[in-house]
């Protein structure tokens, strides 16, 4: 663990004793806002914060895996991962459904009237329901499904999914198909998964279709059974009424009494127009015979412009003649009072009145022609009408006897019909009543609700996959981690120390607010009163006491491995120790990477440990020590040195010659070494001291 991160682990013992060493005692952590009696700054600390048994438990499996959070992160990760992946490549399967209704002995209808059976008869009704429910797994319905299927939808050769799709395949996916009844009602549900929806739905349609179909069949079966002579019967009065129905439509065609009523109606009308022409012809027949009549007269009367009656050729030229004409007779009549017969004037006037009259008797002559020339056409025009009229009767008159004799003739053959109808009627009748006697073992289905294509698929359900995924990578980290724990000769806990029959002298608590590795490690200068303080002020105490003050001058702090807390360790028990008056040498025995000289903040120009290590000329110890941060606390401190090889060093006497005058001038000597995993620098310093 890093312990540059506040409250990470501040001591792990590895399960090998070196030999020289005396085990006073061992630091671990307690971490910080957990559970258990929090730890005690004097004596022995029994709240270790984990199972002080050696067996496997919840508590222990739970401290291993809590330990381990990284490797069963990774197995989490790499679970959800292939679950996700599974879940994107897996063939989606979706599942159709459909809903029968499976009834026995449904009520017959007979002309609107349900004839129901005897409620009373002694039938077992789950008999027949299982046996007819058995049959929908039969080989026929497997053919009639196929061949069914195949019917519906004859352009399908392959699925969306390249499974081709033929009679034997068909059959071969219908024995897959899940039929299930509902114990509490007379449904029946039919249930298919596959990987393309659609043709799944298609299936089940087509199977829950056929089931009807099927359970027809097998009623009809029965039925015909017990009814052969009556179906024949039906079949006989059936091919009678249809040959009635023939006739009668061969004779409607022939007579085509629509088309005669149609032209019934037409020719009514026409009539009647006819009749309108005729009377307006004969209207003006009369009206051009009284203007021949006036005009005939005309000449041989005198002619007055006010009694002309309306409607004369020609009026207006007429009009001027005879106005004409009295001009001229006026003329006469006035030149015969002034002047004699013989007079030139009136022989003028005579001869002028003379041709006047003759212009109006010409023009009469030709009115009286052209008049009489349309009365003879208006009289040839009645003619014809009357002869349209004539014929309009006599065809009217065959049309009704047409009618009529058709009207017997369909009259005749629908009452042969409808007799040939009530004996058709009367057989049915008879064969349902013995159709309805032999209903006792009959079934029928009814489809509820038809199978509609999915949305979704039922597996692979992504999320269920993801969460199993997660849980199985849970589940084998844990393991694995269970498997490690066991596997790996390493102290983890402090129930780990306890089963090794150690003492644990404190656990140190967590500084959640501190932030970096030297505050963390200068803790005891700002904080007096910290728990971590307290605990470091309590490990001074129990080393400083009568029992292991003399076992206790030169101290050797190390640790299995890196990161574990070993330098914060010795400078926090360091100062305590200089806080009680004890004059104290804390020497950075890390050649590799020593950290003393960043924590105290010594000058880069101090005096190096490796340095005075490499030179031989100089014996003079006291130059290494620089003054600490409190009154009695001094300090060895080193810089690296990639020239320089450490462990070339620790061998020569030179560390020795060191240990031993620090022995004669100091009360205590604390040595933080490196870890004794990666290097062995701290079994060299252990031959040197009293207690690691």
Not at 519 to 538: C, H, N, Q, Y
Not at 540 to 566: H, M, R
Request: proline letters at 4%.
């Amino acid at each position: 663990m890093n312990d540059q991160q506040p409250g990470n682990n501040l001591g792990s013992s590895d399960r090998s004793r070196h030999e020289g060493m005396m085990p006073v005692g061992n630091i671990s952590q307690q971490q910080g806002g957990g559970g258990g009696s929090p730890p005690s700054p004097y004596g022995y600390n029994d709240s270790s914060g984990g199972n002080s048994g050696t067996g496997l438990n919840a508590a222990t499996i739970f401290r291993i895996v809590l330990n381990r959070w990284l490797t069963v992160s990774l197995l989490v990760i790499f679970g959800g991962v292939g679950g996700i992946f599974y879940a994107q490549q897996a063939t989606p399967v979706y599942r159709v459904q459909a809903e029968l209704e499976m009834n026995v002995r449904r009520p017959k209808v007979i002309n609107n009237d349900a004839v129901y059976e005897d409620p009373n008869a002694v039938r077992d009704i789950d008999v027949i329901f299982n046996t007819r429910f058995a049959k929908f797994k039969s080989p026929a319905m497997e053919s009639l499904a196929a061949q069914e299927f195949m019917e519906q939808y004859p352009k399908s050769s392959i699925t969306k999914r390249g499974m081709p799709i033929n009679r034997y395949t068909l059959a071969s996916m219908i024995r897959k198909v899940r039929w299930y009844k509902d114990p509490s009602a007379n449904i029946v549900y039919v249930s298919y998964e596959a990987s393309d929806p659609e043709f799944a739905a298609q299936l089940v349609n087509v199977l829950s279709y056929c089931a009807g179909v099927l359970m027809m069949k097998e009623n009809q079966a029965q039925s015909d059974e017990a009814v052969k002579w009556l179906v024949t019967q039906v079949s006989e009065q059936r091919e009678k009424l249809e040959e009635n129905e023939k006739e009668l439509a061969v004779i409607r065609e022939e007579v085509q009494l629509d088309s005669l009523q149609q032209r019934k109606i037409a020719l009514g009308q026409a009539f009647v127009t006819v009749s309108d022409e005729k009377e307006s012809l004969v209207s003006q027949l009369a009206s051009r015979k009284t203007v021949f009549e006036f005009v005939k007269n005309l000449k041989d009367s005198d002619p007055n412009l006010e009694m002309l009656p309306p409607g004369l050729p020609k009026e207006r030229e007429l009009d001027e003649l005879i106005r004409g004409w009295r001009a001229a007779n006026d003329g006469l009549l006035l030149a015969a009072d002034r002047y004699t017969e013989l007079h030139p004037e009136y022989k003028k006037a005579a001869d002028l009145e003379l041709r006047s009259r003759q212009r109006l008797e010409q023009f009469i002559v030709m009115s009286a022609n052209a008049v009489q020339n349309e009365v003879d056409l208006l009289v040839k025009q009645i003619e014809q009408v009357d002869a349209r009229i004539t014929t309009m009767k006599e065809e009217s008159v065959t049309m009704e006897r047409s009618i009529a004799s058709g009207l017997r003739t369909l009259q005749r053959l629908e009452r042969k019909r409808d007799a040939a109808d009530t004996s058709y009627q009367a057989m049915l009748r008879r064969m349902e009543e013995a159709r309805l006697s032999a209903d006792e073992n009959m079934a029928f289905t009814k489809v509820i609700r038809n199978a509609a294509v999915p949305l979704y698929p039922i597996s692979p359900r992504k999320v269920r996959v993801l969460i199993l995924g997660l849980f199985i990578g849970f589940v084998g980290g844990s393991l694995l981690a269970i498997i490690m724990a066991f596997w790996t000769d390493k102290v983890g806990a402090v129930a780990d120390l306890k089963a090794l029959n150690l003492n644990v002298i404190a656990s140190i608590p967590t500084q959640k607010r501190i932030d970096s590795r030297g505050e963390l490690a200068t803790i005891g200068l700002r904080d007096k009163f910290s728990p971590m303080v307290e605990v470091f002020a309590g490990i001074n105490a129990i080393l400083s006491s009568d029992k292991y003050f003399n076992q206790t001058k030169v101290i050797l702090v190390s640790s299995v491995g890196p990161g574990e807390g070993k330098t914060i360790s010795a400078c926090n028990l360091a100062i305590c120790s200089a806080l009680n008056g004890v004059r104290t040498l804390l020497i950075d025995g890390d050649l590799r990477r020593p950290q003393l000289a960043n924590i105290f903040q010594v000058s880069e120009d101090s005096p190096s440990l490796l340095s005075w290590l490499a030179n031989t000329e100089d014996h003079n110890c006291k130059d290494l020590v620089s003054k600490g941060a409190v009154d009695n606390l001094d300090t060895i401190t080193s810089v690296a040195n990639a020239q320089i090889n450490p462990a070339e060093l620790l061998g020569r006497g030179r560390l020795a010659e060191l240990i031993t005058w620090a022995r004669d001038n100091y009360d205590r000597v604390i040595i933080d070494t490196p870890p004794l995993g990666p290097v062995g620098d701290a079994q060299v310093y252990a031959n040197l001291a009293d207690t690691v």
